[in-house]
Structure formats: structure tokens, C-alpha cells
């Protein structure tokens, strides 16, 4: 089946560490987002990708970096620059490359980041 | 740019009543529209979607009609179930070549027996 899927589900960091939340897709989709998400703020955007190798700052990236080295994979990380990390993170992807409006965002199953 | 103004929540109704949870939208151009549904501890579910002015989407009950007059796109449901307890996000996706989604703050239904 095709599909969507963060790794992994939860995810405890120590303070001062960087921890790399993982995201891979079998859409054959060409843009990849990043979202956090913070219980009554919605979805904020972090970084997204249109295109292997090519990546935009969302409206929070600060504290955060990605990597498009495949078509599939979208990782983030969570650098220690990143002052409140604790949050629900999802990852989505969206097909075609030449961004038509109609068509709607798959979301994985999310990844819950804890600083202990 | 582009914005989603969604009813704060929670929305808390007995099973079997009418559910109205209102969207309106800010944004440039012609832009598509989605409801999304998330379930706890889980990611976004498409719930339905409207592409241009006066479409309805429709999906499990739920409707949802694009109104471009009054830049709108209100959910409802004429009776709802426990089992439509969950976050409703309201979305967005401007015409430009590159657009991303836009939601809006997301309301929480809670369904009672």
C-alpha cells in the first residue's frame, strides 16, 4: 500500500542533543513538508521541499535543518539551537511538481518529541 | 497572505445533532479548499475538499459548500456520532505554482452519547 511513514512514533531527547525525526513516502510525490504541531496553535510550518536536492524555511525553522537527498525521504532535525522542542511533528507530501491547488497533502502518523 | 479563521472549540454536542464548524479564508487568487479530521495520537485525514466557487465536497455525512462571496467554507453534518469525536482542520492551497497548505487553528468536536 501506498502511503506515508514517520519514524519513530515517539521520541525522547535530552537537552542540548540533536535528534533526527525520519520520514519516507511511496507516493511518487514531489513536495514533502514538515509540520509542528502545539496543542491550540493548528499546524506551523517548518521546512518543505518541492524537488530533490531543494528546500524552503517554513515559518518556524528556526532551531531546525532537513536534508532532500532522495525523492522518498524528508528528514528533519531537531537541533540543540532549537529552544522548545517538545511537540507533535507531522510530515506530509503532495503531488505535482507544478503545485496545482486541487490537490490535497498526505500526512504520516506524526512523531511525538519529548525533552527530558 | 494567505489565512484560515476556523470557530474556536471545543464543540460539544449529544449524538443525533446538527454540527456547523465554520471557516473563512483569506488568500489570493482562486484557491482550493479541504476539511481535514484528526483522531488522537494520529496524523491528518482528508475529509473532503472543494476545488472552485459553489462546488460541495461531501464525505461519511460531512459537507462542506466553497463560497466565494463570502469567502467561506463551513463543515457540517446533520447528525453526528461519537465516533466523529476528533480535531476538524479547515485548509487552504492558493493557485500559485508553488503554494503550500495553509490550516486553520483546528476545532475539537466531542461527542457524547
Known amino acids: 500500500d501506498g502511503g506515508i511513514t514517520q519514524s519513530p512514533k515517539y521520541l525522547f531527547r535530552k537537552e542540548g542533543q540533536n535528534v533526527t525525526l525520519s520520514c519516507e513516502q511511496n507516493?511518487?510525490?514531489?513536495?514533502m513538508y514538515w509540520y509542528r504541531q502545539d496543542p491550540g496553535q493548528g499546524l506551523r510550518l517548518i521546512y518543505y521541499s518541492q524537488i530533490v536536492n531543494d528546500f524552503q524555511k517554513g515559518d518556524i525553522a528556526e532551531g531546525y535543518s532537513v536534508s532532500r537527498e532522495k525523492k522518498e525521504s524528508f528528514p528533519l532535525t531537531v537541533t540543540s539551537a532549537q529552544k522548545n522542542p517538545t511537540a507533535f511533528y507531522l510530515c506530509a507530501s503532495r503531488n505535482p511538481l507544478t503545485g496545482a491547488s486541487n490537490t490535497e497533502a498526505f500526512f504520516g502518523q506524526g512523531t511525538r518529541l519529548t525533552v527530558v | 497572505g494567505n489565512s484560515v479563521t476556523q470557530m474556536e472549540g471545543p464543540v460539544t454536542l449529544s449524538e443525533e445533532a446538527f454540527l456547523t464548524i465554520n471557516c473563512t479564508y483569506t488568500a489570493t487568487g482562486y484557491p482550493s479548499l479541504f476539511w481535514y479530521v484528526q483522531y488522537p495520537g494520529e496524523g491528518l485525514q482528508l475529509l473532503l475538499k472543494?476545488?472552485?466557487?459553489?462546488d460541495k465536497g461531501s464525505n461519511k455525512g460531512f459537507e462542506a459548500t466553497y463560497r466565494k462571496e463570502t469567502t467561506s467554507f463551513h463543515l457540517e453534518k446533520g447528525s453526528v456520532q461519537v465516533s466523529d469525536s476528533a480535531v476538524y482542520f479547515c485548509?487552504?492551497?492558493?493557485?500559485?505554482?508553488?503554494?503550500?497548505?495553509?490550516f486553520g487553528k483546528g476545532t475539537m468536536l466531542l461527542v457524547s452519547p
Open positions: 485548509a487552504l492551497s492558493d493557485s500559485s505554482g508553488y503554494s503550500t497548505l495553509t
Open positions: 507516493l511518487n510525490h514531489d513536495a
Open positions: 472543494a476545488t472552485k466557487a459553489d
